[in-house]
Each structure stands twice: as C-alpha cells, then as structure tokens.
C-alpha cells in the first residue's frame, strides 16, 4: 500500500517533470547554439498559452487551428527577439544579454495580462478529467498527455542537433568566429534557435495553460525549468529528460510525505534547492558538457 | 585572382594595424606573407575573410578585390561563398564536434549530399590521420591533428583561395614538414593559396612569391627565391648564425626607420 502510494507520486511526478522538461528545452535550444542563459523562457511559454488561448476562444478558431497558428506564431516571436533586441548587443558582456532576456521576462510578465486581461482563462484541449487507473495507482490525463508530448518533441529536438543544420548549430556555440569562418551565417543560426526556443515555448505553455488554466502564474515555470535545464547541464537536451523526471519526482515524492508532518509548503523548496546544490556540487550539471583543457 | 590595394586597417576607430597593405594572388598561386610578431599579418588575412568585424575592426582606407569583385562590403559568409576560405590561428576547431562533424559544419553551402560526401572522402584523402580519430571530439585531438582538421573543413567550402595563418604554430619539425607537403598538394591541385609564416625557412621554400610586413607596411616582396637570399631576411628571419656584425644591424635599423 506504501508502495503504491509512492508509485503514484513518482509517476505523476515524472510527467509533470517531463512538462517542466520542455519549457527546458526553451532554455537548452539557446544555450546550445549562442551560449546564452535565456531567461525569458518562462514569460515565452506565459504568451503561448495567451495566445493560443486568444485564437481559440476570443476569435473562435478552432482548436487544432489555433495551436497550429500559435506556435508558428511564437517561433516568429522568438525570432523577432532575437533579431531586433538581441543582435543589437553583439559584442557585449554575455551578462548584459542574460540580463536583457531577463527584462524581457519581466516586461513580458506585465504586459501579456494587460492586454489580454488578468483573470485566469481556462483553456480546454479536450483531455478529460478522469484519472487513468493502472493498477491501485491514478495517473492523471492531463499529465499523461503531457509528458508524451513533451518526450516526443524533445526527441525531434534531439534529432534535429544531429541534423547537419543542428551541427552547424552546435559549431557556433563553440566558436562563432571560426563557425564565420566557415561559412555559417552565425546571425541566422541564433535567430533559428530562438524560434525553436518559440516553438518549445508554445507547446509548454498549451499544455501548462490547460493543467492549471492561462495567466501570469504560467511565467512561473521559469524557475522550475531553470532548476531543470542546471540540473541536466544547460546544453544537454538528453539531461533535460533525465533532470526533468528527477525533480518532477522529487517535487511530488517530497512533498507527499513531508507536508503532512511540517504542513505543507515544501514543494516550492524543491526546485530552489536543486538549484543550489546542483551549482555548489557539479556546476556543469549532470550531462553538461566539460570544459575541454588540454596541454 | 586576389588582389589587395592600398588597404587600411584600423581597430575599435582609432589603432591603425595595417597602414596600407598591397598584395596580389594569382590563380592558382602560392604567396607567403612574411613578419615578427604583431606585424599586421593576421589584420591582414581578416581584411579578407570579413573577419574583422566581430573584433571591431574596419578596412578604413583601399579596396579589396577578388577576380575583379570589390569584396570590402560582404559578409564573412557571402565571402566563403565566393570561394575565400581562412583557417584561423591557433587552429580554432569546433572542439565540442567530432572532426566528422568538423567537417559537416562546414556544408552551409552545399545543397547535393552526395557532393559533401564526396568532399570529405576527399579531405580524408588528403589527412587520412583523422579518419582513424572519427569519434573522438576535436578538443582532444593533437595540435598537429588539430591543423590538419582545420585545413580539412576549409577544403570542404571549395576554396579557390586558401589563406592560413601561420599553420606551424607549436608543431613538431616533421608535422610542419607533413602539412606544408600537403599544402603543396593542394596547391598541385589547383588551389591558390596564401600563407602568412613566422616561420619564413619553411614558407620560403614552397612558395613562389612573398611579401615581408612589417608595422603593418609591407616592406620587402618578390620572388621567394629571391627574398631567401636577402641579407636582411637571412639575418632576422632565417636566424643565420655567424653574422650578426653590428655595422649589418644598423644600416637594418635605418632601413626601418626610413620606411615606417
Ligand atoms: N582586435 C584587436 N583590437 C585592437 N588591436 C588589435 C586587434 N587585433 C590586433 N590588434 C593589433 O594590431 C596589430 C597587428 O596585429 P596582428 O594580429 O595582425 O599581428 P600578426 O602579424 O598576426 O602577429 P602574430 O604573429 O603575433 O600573430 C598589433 O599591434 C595588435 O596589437
Ligand atoms: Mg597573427
């Protein structure tokens, strides 16, 4: 009986935490080909949802119609950011970039329910409520289709860095001056990944806004994809999954046993403290990729 | 093929590096670009490539031409694409990539697949060393396998002109040896090549024409064979023993004065 009951935590927990994967993603896919801590990803996904959430029900398109335009329209967003905001700070301290996607994050934040309305909007994408029984445990739907949709684009993210584009992709994160060098248009790859970056946005903030309903909240999951993309190692698109279920586990299991005793409230600890620990103990997180010194 | 007249360099608006440089490349040519050390020689190659721009540099003054085309305002990649290629100093592989990959991301420009793979059955051919490293990530291999990666994924954009700064940077007598052979080869082959040395006995050997910067102002070109039995060369670039007299020393000193 203990068992299953820890069973449901940790399989709940690991979809969850495969949803908390893909707004990751958002985080990696930039991190991968500019080397930049993109910290608007969770603003990104909050205007994914709105958007999405704005076709469908305010203009009345049909679902499948409006999740479609969403995300085309979110890979543009993140491709206009890209090109008038941060191509401007070429050249500049990468802490000035982080610390403008990080403005963004804030101004987004602000300016999505000022246009849109700050009451929670629920969005439906047609998943019921029901849980799915397996056994003695209850999965959640929504949960479930989640976490399949966020493995299979994070393995279409996987093979697309396999692709000859995503090689090029990754030879600029190395080294843009010789990625140049080469014949990379260096400006177009980062622009390219931050439509990607768009495109995991969208798809998070669909699935995140139909758990938990489309408002400022949504912006939140920064901080749990943050703790995520640290944990598997910034540019480690497979670390993503595995740091994903792992503090979706952790955040599920934790809480489960030890609210109960303290009441309640360690569940917003965890993702802070795998933050920590992750950079006081192995910076480069589980799978990021080391430093190479040779002599 | 290349021609630079009267070129101007100068970084962040106010250092002139190269104070108006002339060169020329034939088709098909093998040219060394001689100097010490901070001469211009690099400067010189990125007023090529393009590449000055992301170091704050600008060709202010002079034009650069490339089979007739005025190449000063291309971009690094439309330049790839006319066939410059530069494999920069200190090497600069993707160190992350494997060398396949290496060469993979050097492709931006080719459409046929096929042809890639033929491209780098080719590069193979010419380094065989580096198919025997295929999954090792570049950052590991050795400096000489390293170069030969460097050259390698510039020999996959097709270069008409292959410029190299100074490739026998901290390599081993026979593995300078082993790439200048190669680069012989190449240039057998076709490719017109530009060579900027500090290690002027080798460079002079297997080029036809040179040029000696200093300052950032070239002050001595000609045939190779030439500029090899110079006095002034064989004193402060070839390292002759034996003859340092004083007396050779200070007419070299005036010389410079009176050209810079
Ligand atoms: N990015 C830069 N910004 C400012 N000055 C620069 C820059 N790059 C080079 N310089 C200066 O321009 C001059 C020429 O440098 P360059 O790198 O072309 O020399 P080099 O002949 O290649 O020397 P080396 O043999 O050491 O590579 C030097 O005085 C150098 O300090
Ligand atoms: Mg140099």
Redesign the pocket.
């Known amino acids: 009986m203990d068992l299953m009951y820890f069973a449901e935590l940790a399989m709940n927990g690991a979809l969850v935490g495969l949803m908390y994967a893909l707004v990751a993603l958002g985080i990696v896919l930039v991190f991968k080909s500019s080397g930049v801590a993109n910290l608007a990803q969770g603003a990104l996904a909050m205007v994914g949802a709105y958007v999405v959430w704005w076709l469908a029900d305010p203009l009345g398109a049909p679902l499948w119609a409006a999740v479609v335009v969403g995300i085309l329209i979110m890979f543009f967003f993140g491709r206009a950011f890209e090109r008038l905001a941060l191509r401007r700070m070429i050249g500049q301290p990468v802490i000035m970039v982080i610390m403008l996607t990080l403005g963004t994050e804030i101004l987004l934040r602000g300016s999505a329910p000022a246009l849109w309305g700050a009451q929670m909007k629920r969005m439906d994408i047609g998943i019921g409520q029901q849980p799915i029984v397996l056994g003695d445990m209850l999965i959640n739907r929504a949960y479930l289709a989640g976490g399949v949709v966020a493995v299979v684009l994070i393995g279409l993210a996987m093979l697309f860095f396999n692709s000859r584009q995503g090689v090029m992709l990754r030879a600029v994160s190395d080294d843009q001056t010789a990625s140049w060098a080469v014949g990379i248009s260096v400006e177009r790859a980062i622009g390219v990944s931050w439509g990607l970056a768009g495109i995991a946005a969208a798809c998070a903030g669909i699935l995140w806004g139909s758990v938990q309903g489309v408002d400022w909240t949504l912006s939140l999951l920064l901080i749990k994809a943050l703790a995520v993309a640290i944990l598997g190692g910034l540019d480690s698109i497979g670390g993503v999954v595995i740091a994903g279920v792992a503090v979706g586990i952790l955040e599920n299991v934790i809480p489960g046993y030890i609210d109960p005793l303290v009441g309640g409230g360690t569940r917003d600890l965890v993702a802070s403290t795998v933050i920590l620990l992750t950079m006081l103990v192995r910076p480069f997180g589980l799978f990021g990729r080391e430093d190479i010194e040779r002599v | 093929m290349l021609s630079l007249g009267n070129v101007e ?1 100068v ?2 608006r106010v ?1 002139l ?2 104070k108006g440089v002339s060169i020329e490349v034939s088709e098909g040519g093998m040219v060394a670009l001689l ?12 007023a090529i490539s393009g590449l000055l721009m992301p ?3 600008e060709v202010t003054r002079g034009e650069v031409r490339f089979n007739g085309r005025d190449v000063a305002h291309l971009s690094p990649p439309e330049r790839v694409r006319l066939g410059i290629a530069h494999v920069l ?1 200190g090497r600069r592989v993707f160190e992350h990539l494997t060398p396949d990959e290496n060469l993979i991301a050097a492709t931006s420009m080719h459409r046929d697949r096929r042809r890639i793979a033929e491209l780098r059955e080719k590069v193979y051919g010419y380094f065989p060393r580096l198919k025997e490293r295929l999954s090792t990530k570049a950052g590991y291999l050795s400096g000489g396998e390293q170069q030969m990666l460097a050259i390698g994924r510039a020999l996959m954009i097709e270069p008409k002109l292959l410029m190299l ?2 490739p026998s940077l901290g390599l081993a007598p026979y593995l300078v040896d082993e790439i200048f052979a190669i680069l012989e080869q190449l240039n057998r082959d076709g490719v017109g090549i530009l060579l ?1 040395e ?1 290690n002027a006995a080798a460079a002079l050997d297997i080029a036809s024409d040179a040029y000696l ?1 200093e300052n ?1 102002r070239i002050v001595m070109s000609g045939a190779a064979g030439t500029l090899k039995e110079n006095p002034d060369i064989q004193e402060f670039y070839l390292g002759r023993a034996g003859r340092k007299d004083y007396h050779a020393v200070k007419h070299y000193r005036r010389r410079k004065r009176w050209l810079a």
């Open positions: 360099v970084y962040d250092f590096a190269v100097g010490a050390n901070g001469a211009g020689k690099s400067t010189t190659l990125k170091e704050r540099g100093e700064d100074e900027v500090q910067i950032g």
